[in-house]
């Protein structure tokens, strides 16, 4: 959608949209929000595109088609990491994301129409993809479709943000008219009272005056005539202690904001605004609550439409790693790899590939070993199996 659609949509079927019109409600109810919302994207899309997609056929892992598609170049012109972007964006604001494959390749619609039946395939008309539309109706079997919630979320986000945002703006409104000053001018000001000398006379105060409070100014000065007198009637320079009004209030119902939209997209608020105390347990739920699901979610509907229920059933299916997203502690990864090797639980190749390394091409790297230690549960102390 071009900017002007999507201004468009916010503004109705007006033919004619000012500037003023457009910027005012965009610095207003778009900014605080997109800045949260795409922020949340960012992390989403960045976390699953550290995950590996693994390939498997009957059993064993193997690197074929799928896997250079779905981890290098999904097609031509976008790289696996733009292509999980653009996917997680499509998701988050859309609730919906459409995936086609042509000439062995996969892109990310921009739009499409959904036409849903009960007892065949749905159908997809109308794709968009990079401002060109496809005249193919494509069939369920033949897209990849991704639905991320029951309800669109983005619409309860948007809800919430129509009084907040008016909030927002009465807030900062409010700091304007505290923090602003104002200059009682008491003197003799009998004159003729026509239009053009009272515009001279403000253009008078109003052009010194602003030279006078610019900050920017190393000196100035202010032709004060005699008989006149100066009121500072700022509310700063009048109200109580308790009354003072700051940034840090403004700064808040925008935190306030950040924190309504961590929720809905179930991002800890501390992950989404950088803070890094107690980060090991922040990431533990945000891998639990957003991006497992996504990834299972990927890993089902790619399941069911590259592979047919034969050949998953004979384990030949692909799988999403979330486990790469956490950096590895050596120090903690140790005792546990020790521990999970002794048990056969582990292959050297396994421990490797846990670290990051490459795995080495020798057949001893793929055995499994356990400790003289361990005996089966079922046989008497010190007995044999048969």
Same mark, same amino acid.
């Given at each position: !959608?071009?900017?002007?659609?999507?201004?468009?949509?916010?503004?109705?079927?007006?033919?004619?949209?000012?500037?003023?019109? *457009?910027?005012?409600?965009?610095?207003?109810?778009? #900014?605080?929000?997109?800045?949260?919302?795409?922020? *949340?994207?960012?992390?989403?899309?960045?976390?699953?595109?550290?995950?590996?997609?693994?390939?498997?056929?009957?059993?064993?892992?193997?690197?074929?088609?799928?896997?250079?598609?779905?981890?290098?170049?999904?097609?031509?012109?976008?790289?696996?990491? %733009?292509?999980?972007?653009?996917?997680?964006?499509?998701?988050?604001?859309?609730?919906?994301?459409?995936?086609?494959?042509?000439? %062995?390749?996969?892109?990310?619609?921009?739009?499409?129409?959904?036409?849903? #039946?009960? #007892?065949?395939?749905?159908?997809?008309?109308?794709?968009?993809?990079? &401002?060109? $539309?496809?005249?193919?109706?494509?069939?369920?079997?033949?897209?990849?479709?991704?639905?991320?919630?029951?309800?669109?979320?983005?619409?309860?986000?948007?809800?919430?943000?129509?009084?907040?945002? $008016?909030?927002?703006?009465?807030?900062?409104? #409010?700091? $304007?008219? $505290?923090?602003?000053?104002?200059?009682?001018?008491?003197?003799?000001?009998?004159?003729?009272?026509? %239009?053009?000398?009272?515009?001279?006379?403000?253009?008078?105060? &109003?052009?010194?005056?602003?030279?006078?409070?610019? +900050?920017?100014?190393?000196?100035?000065? @202010?032709? !004060?005539?005699?008989?006149?007198?100066?009121?500072?009637?700022?509310? /700063? /320079?009048?109200?109580?202690?308790?009354?003072?009004?700051?940034?840090?209030?403004?700064?808040?119902?925008?935190?306030?904001?950040?924190?309504?939209?961590? !929720?809905?997209?179930?991002?800890?608020?501390?992950?989404?605004?950088?803070?890094?105390?107690?980060? &090991?347990?922040?990431?533990?739920?945000?891998?639990?609550?957003?991006?497992? +699901?996504?990834? %299972?979610?990927?890993?089902?509907?790619?399941?069911?439409?590259?592979?047919?229920?034969?050949?998953?059933?004979?384990?030949?299916?692909?799988?999403?790693?979330?486990?790469?997203?956490?950096?590895?502690?050596?120090?903690?990864?140790?005792?546990?790899?020790?521990?999970?090797?002794?048990?056969?639980? @582990?292959?050297?190749?396994?421990?490797?590939?846990?670290?990051?390394?490459?795995?080495?091409?020798?057949?001893?790297?793929?055995?499994?070993?356990?400790?003289?230690?361990?005996?089966?549960?079922?046989? +008497?102390?010190?007995?044999?199996?048969?």
């Amino acid at each position: !959608m071009g900017f002007i659609h999507w201004a468009r949509s916010l503004f109705g079927n007006k033919k004619e949209i000012s500037l003023k019109e *457009c910027f005012f409600d965009l610095g207003i109810d778009y #900014f605080y929000k997109k800045l949260a919302v795409d922020t *949340c994207i960012d992390l989403i899309a960045n976390a699953l595109a550290q995950c590996e997609i693994q390939t498997f056929e009957k059993g064993v892992e193997k690197r074929g088609e799928n896997h250079y598609l779905l981890n290098v170049q999904p097609n031509q012109n976008q790289n696996a990491t %733009e292509f999980m972007h653009s996917l997680v964006s499509r998701l988050i604001y859309e609730n919906e994301c459409l995936v086609v494959m042509q000439d %062995e390749k996969l892109y990310v619609a921009d739009d499409f129409e959904r036409v849903e #039946f009960a #007892f065949k395939d749905n159908l997809y008309k109308n794709v968009v993809i990079n &401002e060109l $539309k496809l005249d193919k109706v494509f069939h369920e079997k033949d897209v990849l479709y991704l639905r991320l919630n029951d309800k669109k979320i983005m619409s309860v986000i948007d809800g919430m943000y129509e009084s907040l945002g $008016k909030l927002l703006v009465s807030s900062m409104n #409010f700091y $304007k008219r $505290k923090n602003n000053k104002r200059i009682l001018i008491i003197g003799d000001f009998l004159r003729a009272q026509d %239009e053009e000398t009272q515009a001279a006379i403000d253009e008078m105060f &109003e052009s010194q005056l602003k030279n006078w409070f610019d +900050p920017n100014k190393e000196g100035t000065a @202010f032709q !004060m005539q005699e008989g006149y007198t100066f009121e500072d009637k700022s509310d /700063s /320079s009048t109200a109580g202690a308790g009354n003072n009004n700051t940034s840090r209030d403004f700064a808040g119902l925008v935190e306030d904001v950040f924190n309504y939209i961590a !929720m809905a997209l179930h991002v800890p608020r501390g992950l989404l605004k950088g803070d890094v105390s107690d980060i &090991e347990n922040q990431i533990d739920s945000f891998l639990m609550f957003r991006v497992n +699901p996504i990834a %299972e979610l990927i890993q089902d509907e790619f399941n069911r439409k590259m592979y047919t229920k034969k050949e998953y059933l004979e384990r030949t299916y692909l799988k999403v790693d979330t486990s790469k997203i956490k950096i590895v502690d050596l120090s903690k990864f140790a005792t546990a790899a020790d521990k999970l090797f002794a048990i056969g639980g @582990f292959t050297i190749n396994d421990i490797l590939r846990e670290l990051g390394r490459e795995p080495i091409d020798s057949d001893w790297a793929n055995y499994r070993y356990v400790t003289k230690n361990y005996e089966r549960a079922d046989l +008497p102390r010190g007995g044999e199996s048969d």
